[in-house]
């Protein structure tokens, strides 16, 4: 990953780009465009340099969401560079973020899903291209409703099918491909497409 202060393009702008390019032009997320046309995703750069102050950033964006009627904000991308650059730290991370979401008692209403520059499930090894559907320039933390998850799945039953689908779509990219349109991301300089939502700070 590269750190903010080594001259890429800000962090909001690469993962823009990576949304439209990546989880959109790939199709790695088949409900991903929908929302995004509509200008019903919130990207948040968190400033955050400790974990501490990022669970409590977590908390308001969440607070945020949930006062937020879905027309307007469907979904928040918290783009995190300064904080959680190591995999593992992120990951033990995610535990206490999904704590936030049960004391705030949000359970069944929103969640939090992962992505990282270094993203890697379990039992997999680093270099396996099916991380990839995870993987983003900087670290983000996604914030989702649990009603447009449940229309999603309603619309496509079938999760194995995305999963396996996105497999053969990042096989036939490739790793180098894959490396150099993350790559591309971070570093591409372009103006504001229609259908992007507001940035937050």
């Known amino acids: 990953m590269l750190p903010p202060e080594a001259g890429a393009d800000d962090p909001i702008a690469a993962t823009r780009r990576w949304l439209e390019r990546a989880v959109i032009g790939l199709n790695l997320c088949p409900f991903a465009k929908a929302v995004y046309v509509k200008d019903q995703v919130r990207f948040v750069l968190s400033e955050a340099t400790t974990a501490e102050d990022l669970l409590l950033q977590l908390g308001e ?8 009627p879905a027309e307007a904000v469907d979904t928040t991308l918290i783009v995190h560079p300064r904080v959680l650059a190591d995999f593992l730290d992120y990951n033990d991370f995610l535990d206490d973020a999904d704590a936030l979401v049960e004391a705030l008692g949000l359970e069944g209403e929103l969640q939090v899903a992962s992505f990282h520059p270094h993203y890697q499930f379990a039992g997999t090894a680093p270099d396996d291209v099916g991380n990839c559907t995870n993987r983003a320039p900087y670290p983000t933390l ?6 447009s998850i449940s229309r999603a799945v309603d619309i496509f039953p079938d999760p ?11 096989e036939k990219l490739g790793r180098d491909g ?5 790559q591309g991301c971070r570093s591409a300089r372009s103006g504001r497409r229609p259908g992007n939502a507001p940035s937050a700070a």
């Open 61 to 68: 964006e969440l607070a945020y969401l949930r006062e937020t």
């Open 178 to 182: 894959w490396e150099r349109l993350l």
């Open 142 to 147: 996604h914030l989702l409703r649990e009603d």
């Open 160 to 170: 194995d099918a995305i999963v396996e689908r996105n497999i053969a779509t990042l």
